[in-house]
């Protein structure tokens, strides 16, 4: 059984910087490369196998053709997405729908359920995370009538900070912080508010309708949202969330660690340091996948990872 390492795929964003190069080594195509898609099957963005007996195979054919690598889920797409965010501008406003929402008005996509662990912020840093419109006539003036420093809550976040977004949640990433995000196979974003850019002398597409259909409001409060997880037990996994669609944890490796694995398939992600995996060398910026049945996997060495499964 053999460990399953992933080649990224970038975008290109008009928030976007040079961090996935400078800090991360990869390979990008622009100086305005926004997210690394890591570990991901969408069409969007379909990640190939590197090296091994599966070296090229895209990860959508992978789950179709040997379903058994994945305990063989019960889902027609791989159901999650990995991506590292660097935004060096402030990410549009915006919302994301359940799976039912998405499903009716979107041509059958999964919702978008995520969470975020924030792998660098600025001193002082802030994230868009939920509102303050007390009821939905609220919410309709605040978003029409463009109230948006009364309509935003803003929350300070730092490096090992660790944030679950609902669907309906409004949320925005600030310019400054990296995020490794984790999520449902999905690509559906509403934007609320753009600050009024402009991509190619006009502003971007919003989705006030759609938005105001699936905003939750009031919003969750905020101690329920944001948690610090930097420090912890080293050598040892820790949970930092379970939902309906994954389970989320992080593992700080300072010496050797056997790790089960007893899940359908257990997705690593390196945020830092190097070390080894069963005798293979992984450093800061290896994501890769343990396959169904694949046992004990022996790290060793000083890295910290992010592993999901469903």
Not at 100 to 122: F, H, M, R, V
Not at 143 to 154: H, Q
Not at 192 to 214: A, F, I, M, Q, W
Not at 270 to 297: C, M, S, T, W
Request: overall charge negative; hydrophobic content about 35%; some cysteine.
């Amino acid at each position: 059984m053999e460990i399953l390492f992933m080649n990224p795929v970038f975008k290109q964003m008009i928030w976007g910087g040079r961090k996935l190069a400078d800090k991360w080594n990869y390979d990008i195509p622009g100086d305005n490369t926004g997210e690394c898609w890591a570990v991901s099957a969408h069409p969007n963005g379909d990640c190939t196998v590197k090296g091994g007996a599966y070296d090229g195979k895209k990860l959508s054919a992978l789950w179709a053709e040997e379903p058994e690598l994945f305990g063989n889920v019960d889902s027609d797409r791989f159901p999650l997405l990995i991506k590292i965010i660097d935004a060096k501008e402030d990410l549009s406003i915006q919302v994301h729908p359940n799976d039912a929402y998405a499903g009716k008005n979107e041509n059958g996509s999964l919702g978008k359920t995520e969470c975020w662990y924030i792998l660098d912020a600025p001193e002082g840093a802030s994230l868009v995370i939920g509102h303050n419109a007390r009821n939905k006539e609220e919410l309709t003036d605040m978003i029409r009538n463009g109230r948006w420093k009364e309509f935003l809550r803003e929350v300070p976040v730092k490096k090992g900070d660790f944030i679950q977004i609902d669907p309906g949640t409004v949320h925005a990433i600030k310019g400054g912080i990296e995020i490794l995000e984790t999520q449902q196979n999905s690509d559906i974003t509403y934007r609320v508010y753009d600050y009024d850019r402009l991509t190619d002398g006009k502003p971007r597409e919003l989705h006030v309708e759609k938005s105001l259909d699936v905003i939750t409001v009031p919003a969750k409060a905020v101690e329920d949202s944001v948690i610090n997880v930097a420090g912890g037990a080293k050598n040892e996994p820790e949970l930092l969330v379970e939902c309906d669609y994954y389970r989320v944890w992080k593992l700080d490796v300072d010496g050797a660690v056997a790790l089960r694995q007893e899940y359908p398939f257990l997705i690593m992600s390196v945020i830092e340091g190097e070390g080894r995996i069963d005798g293979q060398p992984v450093k800061k910026g290896d994501h890769f996948i343990l396959p169904n049945r694949y046992g004990e996997a022996n790290i060793e060495g000083k890295l910290l990872l992010i592993g999901s499964t469903v």
